[in-house]
T-cell receptor
Framework: AQSVAQPEDQVNVAEGNPLTVKCTYSVSGNPYLFWYVQYPNRGLQFLLKYITGDNLVKGSYGFEAEFNKSQTSFHLKKPSALVSDSALYFC?????????????FGTGTRLLVSP | DSGVTQTPKHLITATGQRVTLRCSPR?????VYWYQQSLDQGLQFLIQ???????AKGNILERFSAQQFPDLHSELNLSSLELGDSALYFC?????????????FGQGTRLTVV
C-alpha cells in the first residue's frame, strides 16, 4: 500500500537558519508529491508539488522541496526560517495505487522557529 | 483564503444525533473531497465526488454519507454520532481529477460530540 512517512514529530530551528522537514514515500509507479502547511485553527494551505521534471521544486513563501527518486524522499526546505513559519507541515502523495483520486497524507511535522 | 467555504465552523452535539456539514468548492472546481482530522488518526480521506458522482471512497463509516449537488456544493451527513466522531472535518476541491492536481482546503468544521 502507498504511504507517506514524516519521521519527525517536531523540528526546532532558530530564525534565520535553514530548515528541512523530511518526507519519504512509497507508491507504485510515478509519485505525485505535495506539501501543505496548517496554521492553528486554519485549513491546509498548498505549498508546492512535484509532478515531473526538475527535482527541485519552488513553492510559496520561499519554500522549496527536493525530489530524490533513489531515496524515495521529498524533503521540504527553506534557506532562512522565519518565526511565522511555525506551523504543522504535511507531506502528501498520489500514485497509481492510492485509489487514483485521494491524497494520502503523512502524520505531520510541527515546525517551531525560535526568535 | 482558499476559496473553499465550509459551514458551520463549529458544531457541538450529543451522542446519537445527526449533523450535516456543508461545503462550497472554489468557483469552477468540479471535484470535492472530504477528510477527517483527529489527533490519533491524522488526516483520513473519507470520500470524493466529481461533478455529482462518487469517484473514490476511503475510510468512511456506514453511519456517514455524502453527496454533491448540481450546483457542486457538497454535504457530509454524520448520523448516530459517537464520542469518537469528534474531529475536524475538512472539505477540499480541485478543478480536475488528475494525479498531479492539488486540492484546496476549507477551514474545516470542528465537530464536538458530547
Amino acid at each position: 500500500a502507498q504511504s507517506v512517512a514524516q519521521p519527525e514529530d517536531q523540528v526546532n530551528v532558530a530564525e534565520g537558519n535553514p530548515l528541512t522537514v523530511k518526507c519519504t514515500y512509497s507508491v507504485s509507479g510515478n509519485p505525485y508529491l505535495f506539501w501543505y502547511v496548517q496554521y492553528p485553527n486554519r485549513g491546509l494551505q498548498f505549498l508546492l508539488k512535484y509532478i515531473t521534471g526538475d527535482n527541485l521544486v519552488k513553492g510559496s513563501y520561499g519554500f522549496e522541496a527536493e525530489f530524490n527518486k533513489s531515496q524515495t524522499s521529498f524533503h521540504l526546505k527553506k534557506p532562512s526560517a522565519l518565526v511565522s513559519d511555525s506551523a504543522l507541515y504535511f507531506c502528501a502523495v498520489r500514485g497509481m495505487n492510492t485509489g487514483f483520486q485521494k491524497l494520502v497524507f503523512g502524520t505531520g511535522t510541527r515546525l517551531l522557529v525560535s526568535p | 483564503d482558499s476559496g473553499v467555504t465550509q459551514t458551520p465552523k463549529h458544531l457541538i452535539t450529543a451522542t446519537g444525533q445527526r449533523v450535516t456539514l456543508r461545503c462550497s468548492p472554489r468557483s469552477g472546481d468540479l471535484s470535492v473531497y472530504w477528510y477527517q482530522q483527529s489527533l490519533d488518526q491524522g488526516l483520513q480521506f473519507l470520500i470524493q465526488y466529481y461533478n455529482g458522482e462518487e469517484r473514490a471512497k476511503g475510510n468512511i463509516l456506514e453511519r456517514f454519507s455524502a453527496q454533491q449537488f448540481p450546483d457542486l456544493h457538497s454535504e457530509l451527513n454524520l448520523s448516530s454520532l459517537e464520542l469518537g466522531d469528534s474531529a475536524l472535518y475538512f472539505c477540499a476541491s480541485s478543478a480536475q481529477t488528475g494525479l498531479g492536481t492539488e486540492a484546496f482546503f476549507g477551514q474545516g468544521t470542528r465537530l464536538t460530540v458530547v
